[in-house]
């Protein structure tokens, strides 16, 4: 089955600072690739997802780009800011049939003001 | 607000003893995900249903079982509990047919301690 490897497990940045997480996977039929934030005691929510069809992807301050070639992509956070303090988890998955996300590990991002 | 509801929040018990989680998915979501999320693990993935069948099982347990109702929703039953039971469970829907984006829909979760 698939399996994600995400790194680093723990980020700390100062406000204002990039953050920069990086996801590998290992099934190179999977195609698609979201990533969740999980703020304190909340549920994960999606944030940006990237398609194996698009090399990256890019929402305001955060921006999500694909190497399909290596099976890695990575979450790029500009500006941060102490709000996007959280954990962020990285997935991969195949399309069609019977969809199963799997996860990395998450990436504990801080954030000092 | 995610439209997915979980029942119970939290919820305290001991080893040896039954817990059933209840999820009720968005509205016309056919799919439910199940997933444990104990503490450095991540995300888990349990099992998965589709419109009242089993579609997708994952890492769970032979003490663990879950089912999906004629109205959609889940329950999620775990039995012999043990302390390395204890984490949070979460149900997740997703869109069905031509609305299927890819995007799962989590609820609040479920805390599980067992003492």
């Known amino acids: 089955g698939e399996n994600v490897e995400q790194h680093p497990s723990t980020l700390s940045v100062q406000e204002g600072d990039s953050a920069v997480i990086k996801c590998t996977y290992s099934?190179?039929?999977?195609?698609?690739f979201p990533w969740y934030k999980q703020e304190l005691g909340k549920r994960p929510q999606l944030i940006i997802d990237?398609?194996?069809?698009?090399g990256e992807k890019k929402d305001q301050r955060i921006a999500v780009t694909l190497n399909k070639t290596a099976k890695h992509f990575s979450l790029h956070i500009t500006e941060t800011q102490p709000e996007d303090s959280a954990v962020y988890f990285c997935a991969a998955s195949k399309s069609g049939g019977s969809y199963i996300p799997t996860f990395g590990r998450g990436t504990s991002l801080i954030v000092h003001p | 607000d995610s439209g997915v509801t979980q029942t119970p929040k939290h919820l305290i018990t001991a080893t040896g003893q039954r817990v059933t989680l209840r999820c009720s998915p968005r509205s016309g979501d056919l799919s439910v995900y199940w997933y444990q999320q104990s503490l450095d693990q991540g995300l888990q993935f349990l099992i998965q249903?589709?419109?009242?069948?089993?579609?997708a099982k994952g890492n769970i347990l032979e003490r663990f079982s879950a089912q999906q109702f004629p109205d959609l929703h889940s329950e999620l039953n775990l039995s012999s509990l043990e302390l390395g039971d204890s984490a949070l469970y979460f149900c997740?829907?997703?869109?069905?047919?031509?609305?299927?984006?890819?995007?799962?829909?989590f609820g609040e979760g479920s805390r599980l301690t067992v003492l």
């Open positions: 249903y589709y419109n009242g069948e089993e579609r």
């Open positions: 099934d190179s039929a999977s195609n698609y």
């Open positions: 997740a829907s997703s869109s069905s047919g031509t609305g299927y984006t890819g995007e799962l829909f």
């Open positions: 990237i398609r194996s069809n698009v």
